[in-house]
Structure formats: C-alpha cells, structure tokens
C-alpha cells in the first residue's frame, strides 16, 4: 500500500469544500487534516469528515476562516476546540496539544504542544496521521507511529501501554474499528485489552461514555463481529455482571432494523440486554441515553419475547393492531430476530399501521353520543371493524360506532 506524495495532494484537493478551505488557510499557523480524515482519505473512502488541527489558537483560527468563507464558528470550551459551518462546508478543528490523566478512566487535561506530541496522544496507530494542508506542505503525510503500515496490515494498535487503562472507552473503539474495517488488534495490543478488562479498567469510566461508544459500535453494519469480539474479550461481563453479548442476536436485530424502521443502535443496544433486561434496567440508566430512547430499548428488550409467543397464534388484524400499536420499531426488530412470523410484523408496518378512521370523535357528539367514554368506546369498535373487514366508508364506520357507543 503506497500513495505518492502528489497523488495524496491531489486527493486533498478533490475533497468537498477544499476548494474553498485551502485558500483560507492562507497566512494561519500550519494546519494539518489529521486523525480518522487521513486514514479514510488513505483507504480511498467516501465521505471523510474533516478533522483539522492547528499549531496554535484554534479558536482564533476558526474564527478567521468563518469570516473568510463566510460561515459561522462556534467554541467548545472544554478542550479548546471549534466547528466552523459555511454553506456546505462544515469541519472541526483543534490546537495541536498533548494530554494528561489525573486518574485511569478520567478526562484528560490539555495544553498545547507540538503536532508530533498530539499525534502521540491518540488511540491507534492508524489514527496517528496527519497531512498538511498549507503551503509547500500540502499532502505531506505525517506518520510517527507506522499507521500507514498498519491500515495496509490490516492492524488496530494502540500506542503505549496504558492506553485502554488511560482512556477504557478505546476498548469499545477497538472493537468497533475491526469490525469497520475488518481489521484486527496486534497481539500485543489484545493483549494489553484482555488485561486492562481483567483489571476492572471499564468501571473507571462513566456511563455515558460507555454509551456513546456502544451505540456507535452497534451502529456499524457488521456490529455482530464487534459484538462477538466484546464477548471473547469478556467486555460484556466487564461492563455489567449481568451482561452476556449474544452476537448473532445483536446482528439480526440490527438488521431487522431497516426493515421495520427502527434505530439500528436501539435495535442492537435491547438485543444486547434482553436476556435480563430487568436486571440491566439501571445500567442502562447510566449509559445517558435519551429518555426516549431508554423507553424504547427497555420496552423491546421486556415484550419483543412475548410478542413472539402471541404473533405465533391465529387472530384477526385487530388483534395485530392492539398486540403492536403501542410498541416501538425496536421491539419489532428485536422480535423478528428472535422468529417472529415476517409477515405478520411487515403487513404490520406496511399496512395496518396506516389505517385510519374517516370518522372522529365529534361526529359522534353531533349524531347525540353524549360526551364521555363511550366516545371511545364507539371509536374503537368501529376501528377494529375496519381492520377486520367488516365494515369500509364513512357511513359504516359511523354506524358501528353509534352502535357501540349506545
């Protein structure tokens, strides 16, 4: 795998928007693209996110390049970073800096250094590179630690030691880069893994970041493979006693996803948690998701079973409609991974779903219905009528409701 100093150049400048950014760097610091940017740009992927990194005030330079591509900058004050947005155009950008733990598993201190000292600081050799973006130095590949050599091993390796004790968040990073890319930890560095999750380096970490980087690992399209890796590790257990990753459920439930409209992280995050989702309950609280998403997941991984169970049995449309109306698309990925009858759940979602009444609740009032539950009561028997065929107009629904409703 070689890619020549001028052909990589060349596929800086072929990248959305650089056309306008690399004019506007003119006069800053040197500006590097660095991180995943590089390694995607060096595998030929489509889509590179643009991760920039300056030696000197990130914020001054984003502030520069918004008026000069006349966008808007906006600070994160927490690591000196900023996101510049301009018309289509929309990157990151940070001071080149090094890092510090106070303890295992807590944020790390910044300040600045040197581009060599924050490439150091980064998780994997193959997001170790960087290329530069001004001057004479545009496409100039950067690479200390042989990421280069590894993207063309196929290799996910950290660079020192303590990285998993430093930052335990990596772990799930790992796993979610050789499922990605198909790659596969160095020896050495599953070593250190296997090590730093037999040492209780996953605790040390809070809950919302295990979140973050779990449901990006369950987002990948082959989230299986990391899952099953997570379980080979013993990762799964690291994280909750409880935990027992199951990764052929995962996968299908994930799969499941796209043909029920379900989230595929949510998918995966119930499937993940069904064989004992009463006692993953709270650990799922820590995990800092939404609370619309935590409904979902648990709500999935308690009922997607049972609807197994009752979808196996014979009943008419409206009984389809009462057993999943109320369920989110994550319960229904999860039950088709667990064998519940397709066509059931996709005539479901496809059709059943989708069928509304013609009447409402004041037509009943106007026709005398006084005001009260057996409103409801009218609505609901003429819905279930629809469903089941025996009733289809505004007419017959209006008299199957009154008739209900008196």
């Known amino acids: 795998m070689t890619v020549a100093h001028r052909d990589l150049r060349e596929r800086i400048r072929r990248l959305p928007g650089m056309h306008a950014l690399l004019p506007a760097l003119e006069g800053l610091p040197p500006t590097y693209l660095v991180g995943g940017a590089v390694r995607d740009l060096l595998r ?54 090094r890092e510090t733990y106070e303890r295992p598993g807590a944020l790390p201190t910044v300040e600045p250094a040197s581009l060599s000292e924050d490439l150091g600081r980064r998780d994997f050799a193959i997001n170790a590179m960087a290329v530069g973006l001004t001057g004479d130095d545009l496409g100039h590949l950067y ?32 796993l979610r880069y050789e499922a990605r890319l198909g790659f596969v930890m160095d020896p050495d560095t599953e070593k250190r893994a ?21 449901l990006d690992l369950l987002a990948e399209e082959n989230a299986a493979a990391g899952v099953r890796r997570m379980h080979e590790l013993g990762l799964d257990r690291a994280l909750h006693e409880a935990l027992e990753a199951d990764a052929e459920l995962v996968g299908s439930a994930t799969l499941m996803a796209g043909e ?63 057993l999943l109306s ?22 479901w979602v496809r059709d059943l779903s989708r069928i509304r009444l013609e009447i409402a609740g004041q037509d009943l009032l106007e026709a005398g219905v006084e005001e009260g539950p057996a409103v409801g009561r009218g609505l609901a028997e003429a819905l279930r009528r629809k469903l089941d065929g025996e009733v289809a107009g505004r007419d017959e629904e209006l008299r199957a409701a009154l008739e209900a409703a008196r």
């Open 44 to 97: 030929g992927a489509n889509g590179v996110d643009l991760d920039l990194a300056v030696e000197g005030s990130a914020r001054s330079a984003a502030r520069t390049l918004a008026d000069r591509l006349g966008g808007q900058a906006r600070d994160h004050d927490r690591f000196g970073t900023a996101t510049v947005k301009a018309d289509s155009l929309s990157f990151d950008l940070a001071g080149t800096r």
């Open 143 to 174: 690479d200390p630690h042989g990421g280069f050599d590894d993207l063309g091993a196929g290799i996910v390796r950290v660079l020192h030691d303590r990285s998993f004790i430093d930052d335990p968040t990596r772990l799930l990073r790992a």
């Open 194 to 214: 296997r090590r730093a999750v037999a040492g209780g380096a996953p605790g040390t970490v809070s809950g919302a970041r295990i979140g973050d980087e779990l």
């Open 260 to 322: 029920v409209g379900a989230d595929r992280a949510l998918a995966g995050l119930a499937a993940l948690v069904s064989a004992d989702a009463l006692a993953l309950a709270r650990w799922l609280d820590g995990l800092g998701l939404p609370a619309g998403q935590r409904e979902a997941v648990i709500k999935a991984a308690s009922s997607a079973a049972l609807l197994v169970r009752e979808l196996r049995l014979e009943a008419p449309p409206s009984r389809l409609y009462d």
């Open 326 to 347: 109320g369920e989110p698309p994550e319960s229904l990925a999860l039950a088709l991974a667990l064998g519940a009858p397709a066509e059931l759940i996709l005539r």
